[in-house]
């Protein structure tokens, strides 16, 4: 029966795991998938998560299926959290809101709602680069997917001439993806002088904007200053679509907890807007899951929790910057490493976006058993203390051949 279904290649970013997998070096690292690890290389559950699963456990909850739209209190509190409670679309219940399968999910749920309803356009326009999946997410879901740059290779920034040409040039109304902060794989950033740049841009060619927020408090360590865009925008009376992931800033990976919001002109209109969100998700999954919702909602609810995360999120962001001033100063300064490195000290978030060449991640992973994605990213949460040197002293080698 299926003589004929070719086989496909695997995912650029989660291929590059089975590859290290395989590995049996003891000194081999994996700087491929974006996920955090602590100074001793391992996975890090937050204490706040820990906290709230005993609370959770104590309070023997059920396992009922939940609504549709997920969690009630973890929607409203994600939306806050984004939107910022004295946000006007907040405060005056006109965000639509709905729970959805991580970051990943909230972008699919959103591509197929506005493949049906956005009466403007179909066609999404993602910067070059972009997360991988963002192409398949949205041609899945219906849109046409094109580009705009925003990445320039020679001054290993933004290409923001580039940016505002493209957005300039693309048909009133389109739909535009833009990566709330800490862009993947970059993680080069508008400054907020170029997002309102952005934003005018926006109103005068009434273009649609969809925030992918996969790392708010990733960035810096401030939620709130990591969603200096997207409130922006919605101060300036754009009415946006939101993806949120809690994947990476609450540790919650595998848990899958994520939600897909859309700003509205009223409570009215969000109603109705959120009906046929669901009319979207019930022929999906029916409704989420249930224990991941449970536990990001006890921590925004909690203040102390909510304290405490906040904390932790900062600390997770502080050791990828200390990581990223380690290794500008031990390429840039003991080992002379040809070439300018100080992109790997001003980008931000998880990922830095090297420079290196094909040919040098390849012999990275075939001399020094150290694995990235082919385009040269590293997830910089996979160094810490213990293999930065051998890594820099590899890269030094690898660069000069
Ligand atoms: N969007 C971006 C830019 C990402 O980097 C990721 C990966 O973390 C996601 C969305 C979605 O990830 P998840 O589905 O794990 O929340
Ligand atoms: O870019 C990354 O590494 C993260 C994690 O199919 C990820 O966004 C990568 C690939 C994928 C799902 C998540």
Redo the contacts with the bound molecule.
């Keep these: 029966t299926w003589s004929t279904v070719p086989a496909g290649p695997p995912?650029p970013?989660?291929g590059v795991t089975e590859a290290f997998k395989a590995d049996k070096d003891p000194r081999k690292i994996n700087l491929?998938?974006?996920?955090y690890r602590d100074d001793k290389g391992k996975p890090y559950v937050l204490n706040c998560v820990k906290k709230a699963e005993e609370i959770l456990t104590t309070s023997n909850p059920d396992k009922e299926y939940l609504p549709i739209a997920g969690l009630p209190e973890f929607t409203k509190n994600a939306a806050k959290l984004a939107y910022g409670a004295d946000s006007a679309p907040f405060a005056s219940n006109s965000v639509a809101v709905v729970q959805s399968i991580s970051g990943?999910g909230a972008l699919r749920i959103g591509g197929a709602f506005l493949a049906r309803f956005y009466p403007h356009s179909k066609t999404i326009y993602l910067p070059t680069p972009s997360?991988?999946?963002h192409t398949p997410i949205f041609r899945d879901s219906g849109l046409e997917v094109k580009n705009y740059r925003y990445f320039d290779k020679k001054t290993v920034g933004l290409d923001f001439t580039g940016l505002k040409e493209d957005l300039k040039n693309v048909p009133e109304k389109s739909i535009v993806l833009l990566h709330a902060c800490a862009h993947?794989?970059t993680g080069v950033d508008p400054t907020p002088e170029q997002w309102k740049e952005i934003s005018d841009i926006f109103k005068e060619k009434q273009l649609f904007p969809f925030f992918d927020m996969?790392y708010q408090g990733f960035a810096s360590g401030d939620t709130t200053r990591d969603a200096f865009a997207v409130r922006y925008f919605v101060e300036q009376g754009h009415q946006i679509a939101l993806s949120q992931s809690f994947a990476k800033n609450m540790g919650l990976y595998g848990e899958r907890v994520g939600a897909f919001s859309l700003v509205t002109e009223s409570p009215e209109e969000k109603a109705r807007v959120e009906s046929q969100l669901k009319i979207v998700i019930r022929p999906m999954y029916s409704n989420p899951p249930l224990h991941g919702a449970r536990i990001a909602n006890t921590i925004l609810s909690d203040s102390a929790l909510y304290g405490e995360w906040e904390k932790e999120v900062k600390g997770m962001a502080d050791r990828i910057i200390s990581m990223r001033e380690k290794l500008y100063n031990m390429l840039s300064g003991d080992l002379k490493t040809p070439g300018e490195w100080s992109h790997i000290k001003s980008q931000i978030g998880m990922f830095s976006f090297t420079g290196l060449q094909p040919a040098q991640t390849k012999a990275l992973a075939e001399k020094a058993h150290i694995y990235m994605t082919a385009d040269g990213r590293i997830?910089m949460a996979g160094l810490n203390g213990g293999n930065i040197e051998y890594f820099a002293e590899s890269v030094n080698k690898a660069v000069r051949g």
């Design positions: 995912d970013i989660l491929g998938v974006g996920a990943t997360w991988g999946n993947n794989p996969a997830s």
